[in-house]
């Protein structure tokens, strides 16, 4: 990796670990659980069905997802149909959290710093 991929990597992940990652949007919802819960449902359907646009099939597929939060929308690409879906994310408590609400057989949750 170049010096300044190496020092733009660093960037990202400084500013993925801050509040100012965060969209406008996911900061009202973050107000309440029920805020967070319908914020949550309105992500996935749109990621749902950008896939389902892009001629993207969930069902029986692997699928990866990077920077995965608590699992909120990782466990709905399990229940699109996927045959297993890895969430890997930064932040340790998050990954934690994720593990703790989702314990299907199809999903796996890591931390990693990459």
Do not use: P, W
């Amino acid at each position: 990796m170049s010096l300044a991929e190496t020092i733009l990597f660093f960037l990202a992940k400084q500013l993925y670990r801050s509040e100012l990652g965060h969209s406008e949007e996911m900061k009202d919802a973050l107000q309440s659980k029920e805020a967070y819960a319908n914020f949550r449902g309105q992500q996935s359907q749109v990621v749902l069905a950008a896939a389902t646009s892009c001629g993207i099939r969930l069902k029986d597929k692997v699928v990866v997802d990077f920077g995965c939060f608590d699992g909120a929308i990782t466990s709905c690409y399990a229940e699109a149909g996927a045959a297993h879906v890895y969430g890997i994310d930064i932040d340790k408590e998050a990954v934690a959290k994720a593990q703790k609400n989702y314990t299907s057989d199809r999903l796996t949750f890591v931390e990693s710093d990459v």
